[in-house]
């Protein structure tokens, strides 16, 4: 909890607040097709790739991808969506894979999509490009299922602490707090992600 607490301190001190917001606002039932086309290309990004290196450059990717507006409208400018916003950003595959992810949902549609995810969203999730048995719960969080992430930096905190996972060590915290899992995730991995020698400090 102390660690937990600082986290938190961390967050707010930083005018990160919002983030924490948007996740605990963010509702799995709800998602939209824009929303599910951005979140897919933020994450296939980042798998791999230091979240602030993405971050710097998502908002010109997105406005390459017809600012994830549907699904049909990136199919209908897909190969000039891909090489404006390799500009910014270099690797074509994951690029390609954002275009792919639209025809998916083109073809098979949006809602009947949904409606698989919502029925089983960690495996149906996967059939996305550059979502595995990870990123797919990356993915799910984000879209708002409220799951965490197994992610280095909470895997390492768990470790830590005792915990078996990340799932853990989250829903022990959210039981304790109140808050949600999601959102505890998103709290202790942007601490760390921000403050990496806490990692080290708080457990020396």
Not at 94 to 118: C, D, H, P, Q
Not at 168 to 173: A, G, M, P, T, V
């Amino acid at each position: 909890m102390n660690f937990f607490s600082r986290a938190c301190s961390y967050v707010e001190q930083a005018g990160l607040s919002g983030e924490v917001v948007w996740q605990r606002d963010a509702d799995f039932t709800e998602f939209t097709e824009s929303e599910l086309l951005r979140e897919h290309a933020w994450v296939a990004l980042c798998s791999g790739f230091r979240e602030s290196a993405v971050r710097r450059v998502f908002n010109h990717v997105s406005l390459c991808f017809c600012d994830w507006e549907s699904a049909d409208a990136i199919v209908s400018a897909g190969e000039i969506c891909c090489t404006t916003a390799a500009l910014t950003f270099a690797n074509r595959l994951k690029l390609r894979a954002i275009l792919s992810t639209a025809r998916y949902i083109n073809n098979i549609g949006f809602e009947e999509f949904k409606r698989s995810v919502l029925a089983d969203p960690i495996n149906r999730l996967q059939v996305l490009p550059f979502i595995g048995p990870v990123t797919s719960r990356h993915l799910a969080k984000n879209l708002g299922l409220d799951i965490a992430k197994p992610d280095r930096h909470l895997v390492r905190v768990s470790e830590r602490l005792g915990f078996r996972s990340a799932d853990d060590l989250c829903r022990e915290l959210a039981a304790t707090t109140g808050e949600q899992a999601k959102v505890v995730d998103l709290i202790v991995w942007r601490y760390i992600a921000d403050n990496p020698q806490q990692l080290h400090d708080s457990f020396a």
